[in-house]
């Protein structure tokens, strides 16, 4: 998988895809990707789906024979990119971008934790949404949420964030309200004591 992305972001450093839209997001998305499997944060799911579309993107007969022109990088670079199926390339280099525009937007931590909890493309472009609304707050959200942040809308996310927020609010309310009764019980409770405390010193002193 390393030297499949290595040879794709070849030929888009290169320029291959400018058609696609793809550019820097597509350069900072494949550096990710390789980061996240070197250091094995990438779903199992994902990995399978991206070397599934390398076996499919890349001639790998042209890249063995570009490994046989080290000795000239300017040919190696060439054959290397070369050896890149453009037209099936898209799905793998939109994916890659996905991943650049969520770290653009929420950071790299962000875009490891949204690999590792990805399925498949479709995941990450939920992501991407989410990195869009959410900002620096993406990550904290994955955590807490893990999958169910990727497969809630954003309106629904939306919603079960009021929802979450009401019941913390009724929580903390309830808490406040049953610590005032306690300091009231306790209040009352002293205040009986002291009464009573009193009466026996009145008993007390008319027997004297």
Same mark, same amino acid.
């Given at each position: ?5 290595a040879?794709v ?5 290169a ?24 250091t094995?944060?990438i ?11 390398l ?8 890249l ?12 190696a ?7 890149? @199926? ?25 875009a ?7 399925q498949?493309?479709?995941?990450v472009?939920?992501?991407? @949404? ?21 497969l809630?809308?954003i ?18 309310f ?12 306790l ?22």
């Amino acid at each position: 998988m390393i030297l499949g992305l290595a040879v794709v972001g070849i030929a888009v450093t290169a320029g291959t895809y400018a058609s696609f839209g793809a550019g820097t997001p597509a350069r900072i998305g494949l550096s990710a990707v390789k980061a996240a499997r070197k250091t094995g944060r990438i779903g199992a799911n994902m990995a399978q789906w991206i070397s599934r579309s390398l076996r499919e993107v890349i001639d790998w007969s042209a890249l063995r024979r570009a490994g046989s022109s080290l000795a000239e990088p300017t040919v190696a670079v060439r054959a290397a990119r070369e050896a890149v @199926k453009v037209e099936k390339a898209e799905g793998l280099v939109k994916l890659v971008s996905d991943v650049g525009r969520v770290q653009s937007r929420a950071g790299t931590q962000a875009a490891l934790d949204g690999l590792k909890l990805a399925q498949g493309p479709r995941d990450v472009g939920r992501i991407v @949404k989410l990195a869009e609304k959410k900002g620096g707050k993406t990550r904290a959200i994955l955590k807490t949420l893990g999958r169910s942040a990727i497969l809630l809308s954003i309106a629904s996310f939306n919603l079960a964030l009021w929802i979450f927020g009401a019941i913390l609010t009724l929580f903390g309310f309830v808490s406040s309200a049953k610590s005032a009764v306690e300091r009231s019980t306790l209040r009352h409770l002293a205040q009986k004591k002291e009464q009573e405390r009193a009466r026996y010193a009145a008993l007390v002193g008319q027997r004297a």
